[in-house]
Nanobody
Framework: QVQLVESGGGLVQAGDSLRLDCSHS????????MGWFRQGPGKDYEFLAG????????RYADSVKGRFTISRDNAKNMVYLEMTSLTPEDTAVYFC??????????????????WGQGTQVTVSS
């Protein structure tokens, strides 16, 4: 079983930066592509970023490209999401996810079998 625990959310002002951390435990960390999703109020889950098993390849949604950076530390079983230039539209619950799919860095919710409990990010104007 895989367990994912996010941390680092909170209340920030527009223009601020924030880093989300996610710890992975259970099965071998490098068996999984890791991703970040978010769900805003009244919205569906939105893929934000993904990182390959070896950490060498990444993929971003257009909405966050250039502002968010995903990375992983396979020695520490950690994945990170660095967020900059935050706006109120970034307000959401952010989820760390893990996929064992053979699809290279999938964007579909259904291909991520494991999810953390989520961490709230609120950006005030």
């Amino acid at each position: 079983q895989v367990q994912l625990v996010e941390s680092g959310g909170g209340l920030v002002q527009a223009g601020d930066s924030l880093r989300l951390d996610c710890s992975h435990s259970g099965r071998t960390f490098t068996s999984y592509t890791m991703g970040w999703f978010r769900q805003g109020p009244g919205k569906d889950y939105e893929f934000l970023a993904g990182v390959s098993r070896d950490g060498l390849n990444t993929r971003y949604a257009d909405s966050v490209k250039g502002r968010f950076t995903i990375s992983r530390d396979n020695a520490k079983n950690m994945v990170y999401l660095e967020m900059t230039s935050l706006t109120p539209e970034d307000t959401a619950v952010y989820f760390c996810t893990a996929s064992s799919s053979q699809v290279a860095i999938p964007t579909e919710v259904r291909l991520y079998a494991y999810w953390g409990q989520g961490t709230q990010v609120t950006v005030s104007s």
